[in-house]
């Protein structure tokens, strides 16, 4: 593995998550967890949350916590609290199963009552029924090309990987300083309270350099994750987010550069009160996803409905057949090595498991 | 400053209310923040211009040694006694005793690349366990090993008391000193800190 300069790669990993093909499974989350953040101070951590949107999301309002970039200029930002990530609770498991009173008390968590969670408004979204709305979106760190959690660090401790763009930290650097909390505009680095260092998603950079998807993307049961390099023409990340243009970044606006993009979600139409198809605007508003994603999303929004007309008529489209994913595995290729047939180096106090 | 010898066991003097610390001389220094313009990042940089970084701006110091350790005490007004992060709220509190590894090491910026600044540091989160840190500009430390740093503190009418202890074989007259101190509930950590902007000489009686 190189470091090279720190701050850019030659090549850069990237992901295409569909939000139509999401279904807010948290398979995802409970891969990444169930791998990577099982240690002390790691409870409260999931580096990978799938939330409903419209919503506050993790940690609760995280887009109003600053951080990136504006016109090149680091922009200040502030760290998510405890509270506002909530979780990592331990709950009343011998009061309910073992104590006889079963039938008295309800599971809930131990201490202070909680009052957010890493999926706190699931399924709220927005709107009123019968056109109300809602989708699931998939958060991770964004290995982004400019990193501002990376220049923010004055300890040098954290770097873009030379060989995938990766962002990692060398924790042995690292004091705990949490000037890449503050930094990062999504708000996906994680403070360990135990061991006093900052933590975030690694890509599964061990897993990649033996071929192997990241959990998150092998693992999704809904064919809704790509992974690639995203200078591999014959891959399917470079045709969604550069041939296509159909994939884009979460908040562009932010200016680091996140190799996370989205295919934006065409809920069902809308009905009237007659409870007939109403086409003259869309269920999930337009403006909406252009604040997410930015003004492009009305141009991939009309490269999707014109592909799926192709296909409507019987035509064939790259595109759709992308999205629709017949192979599995060349979602991911060339990491689609089964991590069930590698024999992994393991550090001797993790957990033990395999094939994930 | 004079490090006045007292014959006391080294746990006597680690207790900052210990009555025997009256005797050593008492030496009032004004502090200066920082300054945001120098801080290493961008980001450090632009989030903090304008603010006031250093709020803890007068420090009171004794220093004594008991032929095998050198003892500072010092103590502060600070009506926010930051032990540890408070769910992501503040920082903890801190504090050191800084020594000039190689000539007059800038003290404004932590010292530099050819002339490096040792720290005895204190941490409210650290239960007695101080550490020894080489700094060659702010936020460079490093561990040096084989280093024993004691410390002993206590926060009590909003003012902190914390006693801070090395091997007086590290430092030997002639020495000099000086002070910085991290208030955690303004954020200061890392280069965000206030500091005596003098060093001062050691003397050991």
Request: proline residues 7%; hydrophobic residues 35%.
């Amino acid at each position: 593995m190189s470091r090279g300069n720190g701050k850019s790669a030659a090549k850069q990993a990237a992901m295409v998550f569909d939000l139509n093909k999401c279904m807010g499974c948290q398979t995802c989350s409970v891969a990444c967890k169930v791998l990577w953040t099982r240690d002390a101070g790691q409870d409260y951590q999931w580096w990978c949350t799938v939330n409903t949107l419209p919503g506050r999301g993790h940690p609760k309002d995280w887009e109003a916590m600053g951080g990136g970039f504006r016109d090149g200029i680091p922009q200040a930002g502030r760290r998510p609290t405890s509270k506002e990530w909530g979780g990592g609770w331990d709950f009343n498991y011998e009061e309910v199963m073992y104590s006889g009173r079963g039938q008295e008390v309800h599971l809930e968590a131990v201490g202070e009552k909680p009052q957010w969670g890493p999926n706190w408004d699931e399924d709220q979204g927005a709107g009123e029924y019968p056109n109300s709305y809602f989708y699931y979106m998939p958060r991770l760190c964004n290995h982004c090309t400019k990193p501002a959690c990376v220049e923010a660090c004055p300890r040098g401790a954290m770097y873009k990987r030379e060989e995938d763009g990766i962002v990692l930290r060398d924790e042995s650097r690292c004091r705990g300083y949490q000037f890449c909390l503050e930094a990062c505009p999504y708000k996906k680095i994680y403070f360990n309270f135990a061991k006093e260092v900052s933590q975030h998603c690694i890509l599964c950079y061990p897993r990649l350099e033996q071929s192997v998807a990241p959990a998150c993307v092998r693992q999704c049961p809904g064919r809704a994750v790509w992974f690639g390099m995203l200078d591999d023409e014959s891959g399917p990340v470079h045709k969604l987010v550069r041939k296509w243009e159909v994939a884009l970044p979460l908040h562009p606006e932010y200016g680091t550069e996140p190799n996370v993009f989205y295919i934006p979600p065409i809920l069902p139409a809308r009905l009237t009160e007659d409870n007939n198809f109403d086409e003259s605007r869309p269920r999930l508003p337009t403006e909406h996803l252009e604040s997410l994603f930015g003004a492009g999303v009305r141009a991939a929004l009309e490269t999707l409905r014109r592909e799926m007309g192709v296909t409507r008529s019987g035509g064939k489209s790259e595109l759709m057949d992308t999205l629709i994913a017949y192979w599995w595995k060349d979602m991911f290729k060339p990491f689609d090595q089964d991590p069930g047939e590698i024999e992994w180096q393991r550090a001797a106090a993790s957990q033990p498991n395999s094939g994930w | 400053m004079d490090a006045i010898k007292l014959q006391l066991a080294s746990k006597t003097l680690l207790n900052p209310f210990a009555a025997q610390w009256e005797r050593a001389p008492r030496v009032n220094l004004a502090l200066r923040g920082t300054e945001a313009a120098e801080q290493p990042s961008a980001y450090i940089r632009t989030a903090w211009a304008g603010k006031r970084v250093g709020s803890i701006r007068a420090l009171t110091v004794q220093a004594a040694n008991n032929r095998q350790d050198l003892f500072f005490r010092l103590e502060w007004r600070d009506d926010t006694c930051d032990l540890d992060y408070a769910g992501g709220v503040t920082f903890p509190d801190a504090a050191a005793v800084l020594f000039p590894a190689n000539g007059d090491a800038p003290l404004e910026r932590m010292g530099t690349d050819a002339q490096g600044i040792e720290a005895w540091y204190w941490r409210a989160n650290r239960n007695g366990t101080g550490e020894c840190l080489r700094f060659h500009g702010f936020a460079t430390e490093a561990p040096m090993a084989d280093s024993p740093v004691t410390t002993a503190a206590q926060h009590r009418n909003g003012r902190w008391q914390v006693v801070i202890s090395g091997p007086l074989a590290m430092h030997s007259a002639p020495a000099r000193v000086a002070f910085a101190v991290w208030d955690g509930s303004n954020q200061e950590r890392a280069g965000l800190h206030s500091y005596s902007p003098e060093w001062l000489e050691l003397v050991l009686s």
